[in-house]
């Protein structure tokens, strides 16, 4: 068989925390479906499945970014060798709807990925440099036990609780402390560490609001800048992009966050969010705006943790350290040619 008369496959992967739905979709449109474990094992059950069912094809598989969820399959399949996007769930979504599937099930997800590698055509993902893996694993595991912390502080106000358990609890959040200081300093002296990553933070530490432990969540849980157009495409990626509520010409509901994203993003942009309110002049200036046009404070918030997050990846893709007036520069024409 020529190269020109290969064949073509596409694999549609809905991941979840335990399993993964996958759909292979042949040139001819017919469908199979697979469930397997989201394991090791089930990665190399999934591979050989495909490879069984669609011999001498040339494979294209995709799936939505889900983070920690989604990295290990598709890590994985990259170190295969095989052809990989991960795709935002915001374009899945709406993809499903314009094919429709207006009902979405961890099987049809998977069709509609399947379909969507097809007709679209997504970039392919480029897996995660070994500094940013090991980065993203530290801040993750930070993240766990300042989340742990949080819960065993929140069950010292329980009332009634024996002496036992105070001391139990409190010698458990000391433990804590002393572990997420160590992954703290852990992951300042990576970064020092690693230039790139270090040239970095110092844009993002440019950003009034956004701090040390803000600025190593973003290194962390941000894919490359490259692999975005334009800022919007971010917010989406997030989940922080604006909808509207809306049927025909006579219903009308109020702009809403997607909330279709990472949620871990939107989950470390609040308090950042809260902090930029008051030293940030762009995020207050939005902020001030809506509140004064009636949105309550927390759909504000969210279009301030959305401003937030548009600047870090304007300093990162632009190189530069952040400027309030840099709106302004950037309307102004440019000197005429002398």
């Given at each position: 068989?020529?190269?020109?008369a290969?064949?073509?496959?596409?694999?549609?992967?809905?991941?979840?925390?335990e399993?993964?739905d996958?759909c292979?979709?042949?040139?001819?449109?017919?469908?199979?479906?697979?469930?397997?474990?989201?394991?090791?094992?089930?990665?190399?059950?999934?591979?050989?499945?495909?490879?069984?069912n669609?011999?001498?094809?040339?494979?294209h598989?995709a799936?939505?970014?889900?983070?920690?969820?989604?990295?290990?399959?598709?890590?994985y399949?990259?170190?295969?060798?095989?052809?990989?996007s991960?795709?935002?769930?915001?374009?899945?979504?709406?993809?499903g709807?314009?094919?429709?599937?207006?009902?979405?099930?961890?099987?049809?997800?998977?069709?509609?990925?399947?379909?969507?590698?097809?007709?679209?055509?997504?970039?392919?993902?480029?897996?995660?440099?070994?500094?940013?893996?090991?980065?993203?694993?530290?801040?993750?595991?930070?993240?766990?036990?300042?989340?742990?912390?949080?819960?065993?502080?929140?069950?010292?106000?329980?009332?009634?609780?024996?002496?036992?358990i105070?001391?139990?609890?409190?010698?458990?959040?000391?433990?804590?402390?002393?572990e997420?200081?160590?992954?703290?300093e852990?992951?300042?002296m990576?970064?020092?560490?690693?230039?790139a990553?270090?040239?970095?933070?110092?844009?993002?530490l440019?950003?009034?609001?956004?701090?040390?432990?803000?600025?190593?969540?973003?290194?962390?849980?941000?894919?490359?800048?490259?692999e975005?157009?334009?800022?919007?495409?971010?917010?989406?990626?997030?989940?922080?992009?604006?909808?509207?509520?809306?049927?025909?010409?006579?219903?009308?509901?109020?702009?809403?966050?997607?909330?279709?994203?990472?949620?871990?993003?939107r989950?470390?942009?609040?308090?950042?969010?809260?902090?930029?309110?008051?030293?940030?002049?762009?995020?207050?200036?939005?902020?001030?705006?809506?509140?004064?046009?009636?949105?309550?404070?927390?759909?504000?918030?969210?279009?301030?943790?959305?401003?937030?997050?548009?600047?870090?990846?304007?300093?990162?893709?632009?190189?530069?350290?952040?400027?309030?007036?840099?709106?302004e520069?950037s309307?102004?024409?440019?000197?005429?040619?002398?």
């Amino acid at each position: 068989m020529t190269q020109n008369a290969l064949a073509h496959a596409w694999v549609g992967i809905d991941v979840s925390k335990e399993k993964l739905d996958a759909c292979l979709l042949r040139d001819n449109d017919k469908t199979t479906s697979l469930l397997v474990d989201n394991s090791a094992k089930g990665f190399s059950k999934l591979l050989a499945w495909v490879k069984r069912n669609a011999p001498e094809a040339q494979l294209h598989f995709a799936l939505e970014a889900t983070g920690a969820y989604s990295n290990a399959v598709a890590e994985y399949l990259v170190e295969a060798q095989e052809k990989v996007s991960v795709v935002n769930p915001a374009l899945i979504r709406h993809a499903g709807i314009a094919y429709g599937f207006h009902n979405r099930t961890d099987k049809t997800a998977a069709v509609v990925i399947a379909l969507f590698c097809k007709k679209e055509k997504p970039a392919l993902w480029r897996m995660a440099r070994p500094e940013v893996r090991l980065l993203v694993a530290l801040v993750r595991r930070r993240e766990m036990l300042r989340d742990q912390r949080i819960q065993e502080h929140n069950r010292l106000s329980n009332p009634g609780l024996p002496k036992e358990i105070i001391q139990s609890l409190n010698k458990h959040i000391r433990y804590l402390d002393k572990e997420i200081a160590h992954l703290e300093e852990r992951i300042t002296m990576h970064i020092q560490n690693t230039p790139a990553l270090q040239a970095d933070k110092e844009l993002l530490l440019s950003i009034p609001g956004i701090g040390e432990t803000t600025a190593h969540f973003l290194l962390a849980e941000l894919p490359e800048v490259s692999e975005f157009e334009e800022a919007s495409a971010v917010a989406a990626y997030a989940g922080l992009a604006p909808c509207e509520r809306s049927s025909g010409s006579s219903i009308k509901g109020k702009t809403h966050l997607s909330k279709r994203g990472k949620a871990e993003l939107r989950h470390g942009l609040y308090m950042p969010a809260v902090a930029a309110i008051q030293c940030n002049p762009l995020v207050k200036a939005l902020y001030d705006r809506l509140r004064e046009r009636g949105h309550t404070r927390m759909s504000a918030l969210g279009a301030a943790m959305r401003k937030l997050l548009m600047l870090a990846y304007g300093v990162l893709k632009n190189g530069q350290d952040f400027d309030p007036k840099w709106q302004e520069k950037s309307k102004q024409p440019a000197p005429a040619a002398t």
